[in-house]
Every structure is written in C-alpha cells, then in structure tokens.
C-alpha cells in the first residue's frame, strides 16, 4: 500500500512547540509538506511567552531535510500566523487547531479571567486562524481543518466548566464549517485525543502515559487531511492505538396532545418512553425530525396521561 503524501501541501499546526502539536508537524514533515510551527511558547496556564518551543521544532524538522517556519503569534492573532505561512510557503491547505491551555478550578472557585480566558484561546483562537485561512481555502477549492475538542468536553469534567464548554463548542464550530465549506471542497473534522502531554503528566500515572504516546494521535489527523478523505463534520475520540467515531442518538420519545393536558405531569408519566433508547434514531441534522408526521400522531391522541403535576409554589423560576 502506497502512503498518503501532502507533498506541495502547507499544513498549520497551532500549538506545535511540544505534545501532540509537535508529533502532528514532525508527521505533515516527513510525508512531504511544509509545515508552519506556531506556538506561543507559555506555560500550560497561558502564562508567559517564549519563541524557544517553536524553534526547537523547526530545528528538528529542518534537520530532517523537511520544511517548516516557526510562527511565535497566539492564535488569537490568527491572521498572523496565516500571514506567516502565506510569505514562506505562497499557500495554505490544512489549519490544526491544536493549541490549548488549561486553567482547572471547581465552578465555585472559577473566576470570570479563569473562564474568559479559556474561551479566547481554544475558541477565539481556533476561529481566528481558520477565519483568515477560509478566503484561501474558498479560492483554491481545496482546504482540510481539525479542531481539537476533548472528552471533558463531551462528558463533562469536575473542575473544567471553562474548558468542556469551550471544548465541546469547538465541535458544534467544525459541524458548520463541514456544511458551509462543503461546496469548496473544505472539510472540517473534530478529534477528541488522550495523550501524554505535559498536560496530563500530572493526572496520569506514568505506565498510562508510556501508552498514550502523541505520535499515536497523528495518523488520524494525517487520514482526515489528506486530499482523497471524504469524511467532514465529524468527532472522533482517538488515542494508544484506539480510533473511534461518535454521534448523536435521539431516543424514539414520547408525542403529546398540545392542548391543556400537556403538563409537566403528562410528562412525568410518560418518561420511560422520553428517555428509552431501545430504538433510538441517529440524527444528522435538524430537519431529520419529521415535524409534520408528529403532529399528526399527536392530533390522533386523544388527550395526555394525568400524571402528577409538580407544584413550583414558593420557589423563584
Ligand atoms: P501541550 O501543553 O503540550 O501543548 C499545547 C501547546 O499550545 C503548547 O506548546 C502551548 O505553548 C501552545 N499554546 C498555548 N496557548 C497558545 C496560544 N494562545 N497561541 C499559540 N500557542 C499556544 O498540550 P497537549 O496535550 O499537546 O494539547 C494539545 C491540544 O489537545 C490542546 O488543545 C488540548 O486541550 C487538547 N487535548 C489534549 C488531551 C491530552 O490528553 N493531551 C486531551 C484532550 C484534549
């Protein structure tokens, strides 16, 4: 079987001075394409800044015979670090939106910088670099986008109310992304990585993290970027070998009648049928709902169950 080769193409990898950034750089380097390092060189709270992170990496790449530029900008500055890849290399194809930083705090404790913060790198940086790659894409009717999202994000995480948010919303930004870049041959796709990191080198013990390797994540990203991968809007959970996609699940649910007997208690009584997933549907988008099809069954009943209503006296909606 041949390899999958981006020779010609520039790839982007935000946050690429070390983690799964660097691994995704190092992999984008040896199979031909020019690579812009970016990283803003802090720390994993988002404190301070050095230009060293991103230079070792091109070092490393350059040695290697490969092509890379270092971009010392936070994502924030998107348009910069396109700047960068546009006066070195006259091109973009693919944008990693993988730069991140954490800043953990119970909600009771989390503060509006704590939260602010969080949302302006993963969320504001991830559009602000894609936004000024967009045009580039559009024109060339060619362009490949990974977002970074994060199980915190998809589950939840005790401690990370700023981070999950963000996380997940990157997702939901991809989604759109696919639809709306789909005519230009633009996909966006949207991995959710467990990796060894100096982010989780903390949280994991170290036989875990000898299994967690970054370099386990980067096929993934290779796969969803190259120019014959189909795939677009989609999220993956990806890590120590194991690669996996997800999706959403609609339960069958319950029809009401919508005339007076339509009341928390009706729904109470039917909240078996609200929440089985013996037969669920698997929904692609918002009209996959027959709207009209429901009304109908719900015209057809003739009045909702008479469950016990739940009485809201004294407290404050
Ligand atoms: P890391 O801390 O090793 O790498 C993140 C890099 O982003 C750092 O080199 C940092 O300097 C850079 N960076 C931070 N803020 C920046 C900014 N404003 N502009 C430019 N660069 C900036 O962490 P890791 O683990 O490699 O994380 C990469 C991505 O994967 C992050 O988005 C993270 O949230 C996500 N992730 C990682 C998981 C893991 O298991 N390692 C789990 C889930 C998500």
Known sequence: MSELRFDGRVVIVTGAGGGLGKQYALFFSKRGASVVVNDLGGSTTGDGTSTKAADVVVEE??????????????VEDGDKIIETAMKAFGRVD?????????????????TDADWDLIQAVHVRGSYKVTRAAWPIFQKQKY????????????????GQANYSAAKL?????????????????????????????RMTETVMPPDMLESLKPEFVAPLVGYLCHENTEETGSLFEVGAGF??????ERSKGAIFKTDETFTP???????????????????????????????????????????????LDGKVA
């Open 61 to 74: 790449i350059q040695k290697a015979g490969g092509k890379a530029v270092a971009n010392y900008n936070s």
């Open 94 to 110: 693919i944008v990693i939106n993988n730069a991140g930083i954490l800043r953990d705090k119970s909600f009771t404790r989390m």
């Open 143 to 158: 362009g490949r986008i990974i977002n970074t999202a994060s199980a915190a994000g998809i589950y939840g995480n005790f």
């Open 169 to 197: 919303g990157l997702f939901s930004f991809g989604e759109t992304l696919a639809r709306e870049g789909a005519k230009y041959n633009i996909h966006a796709n949207t991995i959710a990585p467990i990796a060894a990191s």
């Open 243 to 248: 690669v996996a996609k997800l999706r959403w």
């Open 265 to 311: 208690g009706a729904i109470g009584a039917k909240w078996e049928q609200v929440v089985d997933f013996t037969n669920p549907d698997y929904p692609t988008g918002p009209s996959d709902a027959d709207f009209v099809g429901l009304l109908e069954q719900a015209k057809q009943l003739k009045e909702n169950p008479k469950g016990d209503d739940l009485r």
